[in-house]
């Protein structure tokens, strides 16, 4: 499933949220806020960013071994010389953060803003990393020490190759081994959208890794994509945040031979673009079911933003939408347990605003919304939210924020427990 986290039952439920970022950060009140459903937030982010345009994803990682989840981002949108290469914050376990990203050595390359995804590719016990960033190769990292990286370009595709903005990292084929997942991002010939689909980099255990490009998903691009098991065969499958609205095949079916077969989508609606994806089994199955943020192409139709999910049941998906919205434009998803009753809820990163709404899950009523609603306190959009166990009924998440102009963005933390 795609970085989701448990939070268990009677006692802590920890939340962090963490928006992409690396500007002048503050020190926030640690003001808390109950909500009348028992989740309490508390300001988590003394030492994170409170400017920038960071898109599209956050890693949640513990990058120095030292047991204490940290953050890892691309740089910002626009990044000025002194910001222009990933960002790392290493976490002190009580809300704090320092950036360490200036202490790093990086190799010369271009770097940009986009997706980061983080594993110990060579199996040495250090954390390497993997960026796909907009109109840039992808760079693909292996940490020498505490501080030194060294660049892989072997088995690694160009740009012209494959634009991509979008990237996670799981071990797709059950070897052990990590790999690496990516889809095209948006690019043009003419009037016409194209995209390179997907690609899935099959990583040896050493560092190495061999490019599997899904031809039958060429046309498909988005900024972003969800690994799970939808059918219930033990091999992972993909689901890409589509946003080529002339098809429907959101999800791919993992053969276990880094091929994958595109489900035709029967029952997904018609003329759509999806902001966001994720696989969580939200009916206790045993088997992924389809979390996403969407938005018609016409905006005059009915229900034309929101959250929807969809059950497989055979050969089609049936929707259920029993309590989310309609509206607004969401711009990513995760799923998690937030009170303890073995159900998957879900938090949504709203786009325009940046607000992080969280919807519980029961079987009879479906969703009920939390008066727990995160505002981020300043002018934002939301891009990515992503989600991490720490243990114990303890919950890491973390979301991307960006703003057009110099003022809002950067990183908000969070903590949520359920009292």
């Known amino acids: 499933m795609a970085s989701l986290a448990r939070i268990g039952m009677s006692g802590l439920a920890v939340l962090i949220l963490a928006v992409l970022g690396c500007v002048p950060s503050t020190r926030e009140m640690k003001v808390t806020k109950v909500g009348e459903d028992h989740l309490v937030v508390t300001p988590y982010s003394e030492g994170l960013p409170v400017e920038g345009r960071y898109r599209n994803n956050v890693c949640i990682v513990d990058m120095n071994n030292d047991g204490i989840l940290d953050l890892v981002t691309t740089p910002p949108r626009k990044a000025g010389e002194t910001e222009n290469t990933p960002r ?81 990292v799981a071990d797709m084929n059950n070897d052990g081994h990590l790999d690496i997942v990516s889809v095209g991002e948006f690019t043009s010939a003419g009037n016409t959208a194209l995209g390179k689909g997907l690609m899935v980099l099959e990583g040896d255990g050493a560092g190495a890794f061999k490019a599997h490009w899904i031809l039958e998903s060429v046309g498909v691009f988005g900024d972003n994509i969800a690994v799970g098991d939808v059918n219930g065969d033990g091999i992972r499958d993909i689901a890409v945040a589509n946003r080529n609205g002339g098809r429907k095949d959101l999800v791919w079916i993992g053969k276990g031979d880094f091929q994958y077969e595109g489900d035709p989508g029967a029952g997904l609606p018609d003329d759509t673009v999806y902001d966001a994806v994720e696989l969580a089994d939200i009916d206790g199955d045993g088997a992924d079911d389809l979390v996403v943020g969407m938005m018609k192409i016409n905006s005059t139709l009915p229900e034309p933003t929101g959250i929807r999910v969809f059950y497989l049941r055979g050969a ?103 009292k």
């Open 316 to 418: 089609e998906w049936v929707r259920d939408a029993r309590g989310l919205p309609v509206t607004p434009r969401f711009g990513s998803i995760v799923c998690a347990d937030l009170n303890g009753d073995a159900l998957k809820d879900i938090l949504a990163l709203e786009f325009y605003g940046g607000a992080l709404r969280m919807f519980l899950q029961s079987k009879e009523a479906g969703w009920t919304e939390s008066a727990a609603r995160i505002e981020p306190g300043r002018p934002a959009h939301g891009y990515g939210v992503s989600a991490k166990s720490m243990g114990d009924k303890k919950l890491i998440a973390a979301a991307a924020l960006s703003m057009d102009d110099d003022e809002g963005g950067g990183i908000n933390a969070h903590l949520i427990e359920w």
């Open 88 to 168: 790392i914050f290493l976490g002190n376990g009580t809300g704090g953060w320092e950036n360490v990203s200036d202490r790093m050595k990086f190799p010369e390359a271009a770097f940009g803003y986009g997706s980061v995804g983080v594993g110990d590719f060579n199996e040495d016990g250090l954390q390497d990393m993997v960026l796909a960033m907009h109109y840039l190769p992808m760079c693909l990292l292996l940490r020498e020490d505490q501080w030194s990286w060294v660049r892989v370009t072997e088995g690694v595709p160009t740009m012209k190759e494959f634009p991509t903005r979008s990237v996670l």
